[in-house]
Nanobody
Framework: QVQLVESGGGLVQAGGSLRLSCAASGRTFSIYAMGWFRQAPGKEREFVAAISWRGGSTDYADSVKGRFTISRDNAKNTVYLQMNSLNPEDTAVYYC??????????????WGQGTRVTVSS
């Protein structure tokens, strides 16, 4: 198992931006695709974005396309989620996880503690 630690969440007004980070332990980080997921209050966890192991390919949920950007730095064992034009529907706890492939959103690892994002209207 890889330990995943998410950070960067907070309270932001609608239209604002946040950048989330996910730091992973272990040497195997760079061989995995990575994904971001979120869980809003009272809802199931859902896929948000994914990136290939080299970072050359990405995939996004329709609800965040054009607003969110996923990236990674394998030298730092870290994956990022830049979130722009936030709206109250983006309010959730955000998690990262390892994936077999950026087009396969099934998480491989146990979940970290997540980072909470709250968007006020």
């Amino acid at each position: 198992q890889v330990q995943l630690v998410e950070s960067g969440g907070g309270l932001v007004q609608a239209g604002g931006s946040l950048r989330l980070s996910c730091a992973a332990s272990g040497r195997t980080f760079s061989i995995y695709a990575m994904g971001w997921f979120r869980q809003a209050p009272g809802k199931e966890r859902e896929f948000v974005a994914a990136i290939s192991w080299r970072g050359g390919s990405t995939d996004y949920a329709d609800s965040v396309k054009g607003r969110f950007t996923i990236s990674r730095d394998n030298a730092k064992n870290t994956v990022y989620l830049q979130m722009n034009s936030l709206n109250p529907e983006d309010t959730a706890v955000y998690y990262c996880n390892l994936l077999n492939h950026y087009s396969d959103p099934r998480p491989l690892n146990s979940w970290g503690q997540g980072t909470r994002v709250t968007v006020s209207s």
